[in-house]
């Protein structure tokens, strides 16, 4: 018979798990992912080493515990199909200008993202590949749906979030490692940008729908 796990035991654990992942966020933020050793994790958590590997069995899996639990796109894992279905009215309009803008201020409000995208992009690691190729998943059942809307018109909808996803990227790394202007673009950068993003997006819906008209009337 399963020993049953005191409650106050249990608390501890999660108490202790919850220091664990922190203390990998805290470094990422103070010292940069290659100091993500399991000393250091477990010298900042205050706790013993040996609890990393009782919790999470390896230090790589307590880190992408965390990495996970911060990364904005992770946050909708397994939601793709729903998110796909419940915008179908529109074709996915207000569903992508939503996600973008909300992966400006996810990025801007919690600094260790920002690290984490320096990682992802500066050096060949497993686990970022793996959330990458995450992020591509979901991406891959929005586009399900936004791609019959475009098809047979030359409005590229892929490239276009593509060029908008790389610009809020870079806005707010630049913004965060200079704290300068892009662009000639200061303080009022982020209802510009909105605005913008919502000009092209409403640009490439218009001009699809236009083309697709123009086919039909011919």
């Known amino acids: 018979m399963a020993r049953k796990i005191p409650e106050g035991e249990f608390r501890n654990k999660e108490r202790t798990k919850l220091k664990l992942i922190n203390a990998v966020g805290e470094i990422i933020r103070t010292q940069g992912y290659t100091k993500l050793g399991v000393n250091n994790i477990a010298t900042t958590a205050g706790v013993s080493k040996k609890l990393i590997y009782r919790y999470f069995e390896t230090a790589d899996k307590l880190i992408e515990t965390y990495v996970r639990s911060r990364d904005y796109w992770m946050s909708?894992?397994?939601l793709a199909k729903e998110l796909a279905e419940k915008h179908q009215h529109d074709h996915g309009r207000e569903l992508l200008t939503t996600l973008l803008k909300n992966l400006y201020e996810h990025m801007a409000e919690v600094p260790e993202t920002q690290?984490?995208?320096l990682w992802e992009i500066s050096e060949q690691s497993k686990l970022m590949r793996d959330?990458?190729?995450d992020r591509e998943n979901f991406g891959t059942e929005i586009f399900a749906m936004t791609d019959p809307f475009f098809e047979g018109t030359s409005?590229?909808?892929r490239a276009i979030s593509g060029l908008l996803l790389g610009g809020i990227y870079y806005q707010i790394l630049h913004s965060n490692a200079t704290g300068?202007?892009?662009?000639?673009i200061g303080n009022e950068r982020k209802d510009r940008l909105f605005k913008s993003l919502e000009?092209?997006?409403?640009w490439a819906y218009d001009e699809a729908e236009g083309q697709k008209a123009t086919k039909t009337m011919n």
């Open 76 to 78: 909708f894992d397994h």
């Open 115 to 117: 690290k984490i995208i």
């Open 131 to 133: 959330i990458s190729e």
């Open 155 to 157: 409005v590229d909808i």
């Open 180 to 184: 300068g202007n892009f662009c000639g």
């Open 199 to 202: 000009s092209i997006l409403k």
